[in-house]
């Protein structure tokens, strides 16, 4: 197999199925976090979540779809780099491997790259999208019983970073807390509804 067949074949992978798959997967852990999280904010908020909410839909919709492109993307690049590393190192080599050489060498380089795709992948669901999804449902459900203001709670703990400690116990918005669920990955960052006392004290403040 000549480099450019190998060019080829990562611009010819079905890669349309592949982020149908994994959306297929993805889709039902997300709706299910986000309802949790919903449930959990109805908690503190004092009210009810309502999870065929249009916008929550809406919201769902393109959120999933972003992730999954993002997704994609990132492993066409990963493949690619693979694929042009070989090439770029057989084409240097003073006798270079067979085009049969060559195809192996790349298929070992990917499977070796990607032996814990499927770890990492649930790595992420369970930490950083996990903390993401959850802060959404959360959110919702605060607008949803009329709460318009959060207390960021972040920061101030082992691995914390200077931007989540230095909104640790700001309040914001709830479009800006939806806007920034999280400052990086498995960031704990968390949003506690303002009272009318919190918003008069900030107030006070400025």
Same mark, same amino acid.
């Given at each position: ?22 959306? =297929? ?12 999280? &919903? ?6 908020? &004092? &009210? ?37 590393d ?24 990917? %499977? ?8 990492? %992948? =649930? ?6 999208e996990t903390?993401r ?35 640790? &116990? /700001? ?13 990086h990955?498995?960031?704990? %960052?968390?949003?506690?509804p303002?009272t ?8 006070? /403040?400025?």
């Amino acid at each position: 197999m000549t480099p450019e067949q190998l060019r080829r074949l990562l611009v010819t992978f079905p890669w349309a199925q592949w982020s149908e798959t994994l959306r =297929a997967e993805y889709e039902p852990l997300y709706r299910d976090l986000l309802a949790r999280g &919903g449930q959990a904010g109805a908690v503190d908020a &004092g &009210g009810v979540f309502t999870a065929d909410d249009p916008t929550i839909a809406a919201f769902s919709d393109r959120y999933v779809g972003d992730l999954i492109v993002e997704l994609q993307d990132t492993t066409k690049d990963r493949v690619s780099r693979l694929i042009e590393d070989a090439i770029t190192a057989a084409q240097a080599a003073e006798s270079g491997p067979t085009p049969f050489e060559l195809g192996t060498a790349i298929r070992d380089a990917v %499977r070796e790259e990607f032996a814990g795709y499927e770890r990492w %992948r =649930a790595d992420r669901i369970a930490r950083t999208e996990t903390a993401r999804v959850y802060n959404h449902g959360a959110l919702f459900a605060y607008h949803q019983n009329d709460i318009t203001h959060v207390i960021v709670s972040d920061g101030n703990h082992p691995g914390s970073c200077e931007e989540c400690d230095a909104v640790d &116990g /700001e309040i914001w918005t709830i479009e800006e807390a939806q806007a920034n669920p999280l400052e990086h990955p498995q960031c704990v %960052r968390s949003f506690q509804p303002a009272t009318a006392e919190d918003l008069a004290a900030a107030e006070a /403040e400025e």
